[in-house]
T-cell receptor, first 115, second 115 residues
Framework: AQSVTQLGSHVSVSEGALVLLRCNYSSSVPPYLFWYVQYPNQGLQLLLKYTSAATLVKGINGFEAEFKKSETSFHLTKPSAHMSDAAEYFCAVSLLVSGNTPLVFGKGTRLSVIA | DAEITQSPRHKITETGRQVTLACHQTWNHNNMFWYRQDLGHGLRLIHYSYGVQDTNKGEVSDGYSVSRSNTEDLPLTLESAASSQTSVYFC??????????????FGPGTRLTVL
């Protein structure tokens, strides 16, 4: 079965520093991969998704992620953190082969941004 | 604007009581999902539906049921609430036309406490 592992339940960065949130996937078939963000007391919203069109995916709010098949990774990055980036981030995977397949979410990484 | 709403936003109940959480979307999406979010577990899928009269069990379906009588609504029922069901519940929907690349849109969540 497919799954995702997010390394680090909590990441803390200084304002202006690089943000790197790690996600590794496990899938026997080529996956579709997603990053969602959850701001405090809100539901999740899509940041970006990999659909096999390009390995480097750009999302909203300056975030991007690179699909690396050899490393089974889909890490999320942002060059310069803003205070408004403080939130919980979820990596998720769905299968390529099946028609409508529910997402499988990682356990999440909470990002704190220090002034 | 189209949206997805959940009600109530907060609920306190007693063990053994039946509880129903409402989810309503106005996008005319085919797919709807219920998740629970718990610290250290991320989001876990409870039930999902790919259309009217269709329902499927997710990873943690025991003690929960759903029914889909129209496109807009997927109520979640806890048959006999247990303290282990204290959680934040999120409803989501997706168009259903793009298969595994569909974006899911999340409601604001319902915080349920079972005493």
């Amino acid at each position: 079965a497919q799954s995702v592992t997010q390394l680090g339940s909590h990441v803390s960065v200084s304002e202006g520093a690089l943000v790197l949130l790690r996600c590794n996937y496990s899938s026997s078939v080529p996956p579709y991969l997603f990053w969602y963000v959850q701001y405090p007391n809100q539901g999740l919203q899509l940041l970006l998704k990999y659909t096999s069109a390009a390995t480097l995916v750009k999302g909203i709010n300056g975030f991007e992620a690179e699909f690396k098949k050899s490393e089974t990774s889909f890490h999320l990055t942002k060059p310069s953190a803003h205070m408004s980036d403080a939130a919980e981030y979820f990596c998720a995977v769905s299968l390529l082969v099946s028609g409508n397949t529910p997402l499988v979410f990682g356990k999440g990484t909470r990002l704190s941004v220090i002034a | 604007d189209a949206e997805i709403t959940q009600s109530p936003r907060h609920k306190i109940t007693e063990t053994g009581r039946q509880v129903t959480l409402a989810c309503h979307q106005t996008w005319n999406h085919n797919n709807m999902f219920w998740y629970r979010q718990d610290l250290g577990h991320g989001l876990r899928l409870i039930h999902y539906s790919y259309g009217v009269q269709d329902t499927n069990k997710g990873e943690v379906s025991d003690g929960y049921s759903v029914s889909r009588s129209n496109t807009e609504d997927l109520p979640l029922t806890l048959e006999s609430a247990a303290s282990s069901q204290t959680s934040v519940y999120f409803c989501a929907s997706s168009e259903g036309q793009k298969g595994p690349t569909d974006t899911q849109y999340f409601g604001p969540g319902t915080r349920l406490t079972v005493l």
